[in-house]
């Protein structure tokens, strides 16, 4: 993965800022972690401008996580364990 702007020293934390894991469209891997029944977005998020000047635009923005208001501890916990096979590899 390529870190983009800000990103905490603990990868996968609940700050960790932005990342990308090149040769990864946002919407198949929004899609294999809705398989696991883990909720996140894929595109932009209105913020054009900030995807257009990262280089991402093109590929389809990025993948975002609510996890404050949107997920339970164990599902942020699920979706670093997903989120770190599929940038392995691993499915």
Not at 51 to 78: F, K
């Amino acid at each position: 993965m390529s870190s983009l702007g800000y990103v905490h020293p603990r990868p996968f934390s609940l700050h960790s800022g932005y990342r990308t894991h090149r040769g990864s469209a946002p919407r198949p891997v929004a899609e294999q972690l809705d398989e696991e029944d883990i909720y996140v977005w894929d595109g932009n998020y209105y913020a054009l401008a900030v995807t257009e000047r990262l280089g991402l635009e093109d590929s389809g923005g990025m993948v975002r996580m609510g996890p404050v208001h949107y997920n339970t501890l164990e599902e942020i916990g699920r979706f670093g364990e997903k989120l770190g096979r599929i940038a392995a590899g691993i499915t």
